[in-house]
């Protein structure tokens, strides 16, 4: 609630501060809009989305919290930083109703455990903008695009240098924001992980985003997936992809996660081919079905493996 009548919202008043002045900060070239925007997307503005304004302050006083923040930083009032110099005056009780208020506020935790929660948000807020390849999450992409192109991950099935080999699809580290309640990954992420090595897998035989558009893909139709040991947080998994089966509609891979040579996991997948026009079972392209049926026909002479077939319940 508000507890004096103001003019418009609090949240209005912010809104009013922060635009009048990228108003001056366009009108005196120092900044465009764009570059102003970004400022926001990429700073303080997904830092306040789950912090607000003074617990982001307060945990940038450190151990000593907001009394410290405040004291090091409140002579800058002062400073020509800002249009905006209609200031109240720094005073000990100004600096005292802050403190106090900070303090029963988020004094019932540390800054190393605010700091933990604001970082585990920050994650957690940022990959869920990766969805959309917008702001922050858009930066992330790039970057792991840039990382991928400097790995052994082939991009097409022409770039492996052995075909006749399960073939490496996923690598990369655990996130923080795919670990649940028990400090390890949630099982929700074992199928996200294994998903990611299917399209991956799609794309070095071509069904990539270019031939999805022409309105041709494959849809997962069955899934087993087995749990064989625990990943945390940090930890760098690899995913590596044989061929069961490969030839008209049908797809079915068999995917193993390791943590160096320590198998985690375990998963297999049935797919069709299927027109996106219809939604019903097609055959793929020419292309895709020539690649894929030479890379069924190498993994044709591996070793069966040892989860495959299985159903839920099974013993070892």
């Known amino acids: 609630h508000v507890r004096k009548e103001i003019d418009a919202h609090i949240a209005d008043r912010f809104l009013e ?120 999450g858009a930066v992330l992409n790039a970057h792991e695009a840039t990382l991928r192109a400097g790995t052994d991950l082939a991009a097409h099935a022409d770039d492996l240098e052995d075909v006749s080999a399960p073939i490496l699809t996923v690598r990369r580290s655990v996130p923080l924001d795919w670990t649940d309640y028990n400090c390890h990954m949630n099982e929700a992420r074992y199928l996200q992980a294994f998903g990611d090595a299917t399209d991956r897998f799609m794309a070095l035989i071509g069904c990539d985003a270019g031939y999805i558009a022409t309105g041709g893909s494959y849809f997962t139709a069955e899934t087993h997936i087995r749990h064989m040991d625990e990943a945390v947080a940090g930890a760098l998994i690899e995913v590596r992809t044989q061929v069961l089966a490969g030839a008209g509609k049908k797809l079915h891979l068999y995917h193993e996660m390791y943590e160096g040579k320590r198998l985690l996991a375990s998963g297999e997948h049935f797919l069709l081919h299927v027109s996106l026009e219809s939604r019903r079972p097609s055959n793929p392209s020419v292309e895709i079905s020539a690649t894929l049926e030479r890379i069924a026909e190498a993994h044709a002479s591996l070793p069966l493996p040892d989860g495959a077939g299985r159903s839920v319940g099974q013993r070892p």
């Open 17 to 136: 501060a922060v635009w009048r002045e990228a108003l001056w900060l366009v009108r005196d070239g120092v900044a465009t809009t764009e570059e102003i925007d970004e400022a926001i997307r990429m700073g303080f503005g997904i830092r306040w989305g789950q912090m607000g304004l003074f617990d982001t302050y307060r945990t940038a006083g450190g151990e000593a919290g907001m009394r410290h923040f405040m004291a090091q930083f409140g002579p800058a009032l002062q400073w020509p930083w800002t249009k905006l110099m209609d200031v109240p005056e720094f005073t000990d009780e100004l600096v005292d109703l802050i403190a106090g208020q900070s303090d029963a506020q988020s004094g019932h935790m540390t800054i190393a455990q605010m700091l933990t929660a604001r970082d585990d948000n920050l994650v957690g807020m940022m990959r869920s903008l990766k969805v959309n390849n917008w702001g922050a």
